[in-house]
């Protein structure tokens, strides 16, 4: 069973920077996707960004040019959300998501992102 575990959550203010990670365990085949959602409170669960096994990006609207998604180098099935220029409006749990090889959807616990004014 795939458990993707998030990390690098916390309390920024408005225009710093955070760092999300997200590592894949219990699975050896290299997922097909991964990504990161998230949920502000009251609201559905958005993508925000993904990438694919052969590290295509694709980005929300509302991110393109702040947010960076990117698969690490050291480890196998572990990706990054470099995220800058943080708005109030980015305050949310931000979820991993993954597909693995047989595209069955696997998602993290969530990390709470929070941005004051």
């Known amino acids: 069973q795939v458990r993707l575990v998030e990390s690098g959550g916390g309390l920024v203010h408005s225009g710093g920077s955070l760092r999300l990670s997200c590592t894949a365990s219990?699975?050896?085949?290299?997922?097909?996707?991964m990504a990161w959602f998230r949920q502000a409170p009251g609201k559905e669960r958005d993508l925000v960004a993904g990438?694919?096994?052969?590290?295509?990006?694709?980005y929300a609207d509302s991110v393109k040019g702040r947010f960076t998604i990117s698969r690490s180098t050291d480890a196998e099935n572990t990706v990054f959300l470099q995220m800058n220029s943080l708005k109030p409006e980015d305050t949310a749990v931000y979820y991993c998501?993954?597909?693995?090889?047989?595209?069955?959807?696997?998602w993290g616990l969530g990390t709470q992102v929070t941005v004051d004014p």
């Open positions: 219990g699975t050896s085949f290299t997922l097909r996707a």
């Open positions: 998501h993954a597909r693995d090889d047989t595209w069955s959807e696997h």
């Open positions: 990438i694919s096994s052969t590290d295509l990006t694709a």
